[in-house]
């Protein structure tokens, strides 16, 4: 299995550029977690899907972000506009239950300039 | 709402010396899973605890579960370099409720 794959690996963008972020989860989970991870605030739930279908949403930060998952093998997490602040590493992260533990990506690492 | 807390924030120990992290919950817990993310990694799950008073041990780790599902601690005995990384704890209030991650603890570990 190669696990959960994350692309791209490195982002940079400028500010109020569109930002998509993808994310293959392990066959068989069904659930897929996107994570966000900075010095100050830590690792952050922004939003998990269970089947597809995204259950809680309230940890995306602003109407900028929005996640989709059109089947079970993909799903991608974009930013438009971007800003700097959005600058961190992006992580998503599968589970087969919400119950086990998650297997996460390798992460996006973007920076907004 | 829901609080996950961990102490110490940073450690550095002398290799062969024990570490242990701390982990507290505002919360009465269903679960808690322990993490490591390496420098530069990505978190990698580790165990869940889930039995009130439950200790799990992997080789020189061993992980426990409070009495009252509030807290947590991992202890590593005779660390190595290959323990070098932060480890985060993430609780569950609830099975219904999403695991909300620790601050996490650095190890430092000094040949």
């Known amino acids: 299995d190669a696990g959960v794959i994350q692309s791209p690996r490195h982002e940079v963008t400028e500010m109020g550029q569109e930002v998509t972020l993808r994310c293959k989860p392990i066959?068989?989970?069904?659930?897929l977690f996107w994570y966000r991870q900075t010095m100050m605030r830590g690792l952050e739930l922004l939003i998990y899907f269970n089947n597809n279908v995204p259950i809680d949403d309230s940890g995306m930060p602003e109407d900028r972000f929005s996640a989709k998952m059109p089947n079970a093998s993909f799903s991608t997490l974009k930013i438009q506009p971007s800003e700097p602040r959005d600058s961190a590493v992006y992580f998503c992260?599968?589970?087969?239950?919400?119950?086990?533990?998650?297997?996460f990506g390798s992460g996006t690492r973007l920076t907004v300039v | 709402g829901q609080q996950v807390m961990q102490i110490p924030q940073y450690q550095h120990v002398q290799e062969g010396e024990d570490f242990t992290t701390y982990c507290n919950s505002s919360?009465?817990?269903?679960?808690i899973q322990w993490y490591k993310q390496r420098p530069g990694g990505h978190p990698v799950f580790l165990i869940q605890?889930?039995?009130?008073?439950e200790v799990k041990k992997q080789k020189r780790l061993t992980f426990q579960f409070g009495e009252a599902k509030k807290n947590s601690s991992l202890h590593i005995t005779a660390t190595q370099t290959t323990d070098v990384g932060t480890y985060f704890c993430?609780?569950?209030?609830?099975?219904?409720?999403?695991?909300?991650f620790g601050p996490g603890t650095s190890l430092s570990v000094i040949p």
């Open positions: 993430a609780g569950m209030k609830t099975s219904y409720d999403k695991v909300i």
């Open positions: 919360t009465t817990l269903s679960n």
């Open positions: 992260a599968s589970s087969p239950s919400r119950n086990y533990g998650y297997t």
């Open positions: 066959s068989g989970h069904d659930y």
């Open positions: 605890l889930v039995k009130s008073g």
